[in-house]
């Protein structure tokens, strides 16, 4: 049975220890392991200890055992200042993948923002995760701005913390 829920307290060490999952699809360019990892746990952590009427952070579990989770938070639009939700994090356990984990956690995260009166919800992925991309395209999410990256030669940082 697959049901998503409020996060509580006691999620905090799967979640804590799902987090690698985000770069399961191998490591993201420019940045290393520990950092994204690092990143994700505080914002997870913090959002956890300090629920926020502007977020919503939730778990997925498949006959009782927690198998993902999705933290999403409004946002506003950069050139037309309209809010909207934005999905921030969403990993799901290896146990849960293909087991519409998932896919539970994006509708969640939808209704979520469709019930605060957001007209659409964005979300970021890592262009090299053709899995996510896959499912986000099939959920009916589709490209809106494309961020490109550069990495500058002879800025000292270059290799810097690669782990």
Request: hydrophobic content about 40%; cysteine-free.
């Amino acid at each position: 049975m697959l049901r998503v829920r409020a996060a509580v307290q006691q999620d905090h060490d799967f979640m804590m220890e799902v987090v690698p999952r985000l770069r399961a699809f191998g490591p993201p360019p420019l940045r290393p392991d520990d950092a994204l990892d690092r990143a994700e746990r505080e914002t997870l952590a913090r959002a956890l200890a300090s629920p926020s009427d502007e977020a919503t952070l939730l778990v997925a579990e498949l006959d009782g055992t927690p198998a993902g989770v999705a933290y999403a938070h409004a946002a506003t639009d950069y050139f037309t200042g309209e809010p909207h939700g934005h999905l921030s994090i969403i990993a799901v356990a290896e146990a849960g993948e293909g087991r519409g984990v998932g896919r539970a956690l994006l509708a969640a995260v939808e209704a979520w923002s469709a019930a605060r009166g957001h007209r659409f919800i964005t979300l970021n992925v890592f262009a090299g995760n053709e899995r996510a991309r896959a499912v986000y395209e099939r959920a009916g999410y589709g490209q809106d701005t494309v961020r490109y990256v550069k990495e500058l030669r002879g800025s000292g940082r270059e290799g810097e913390g690669d782990g």
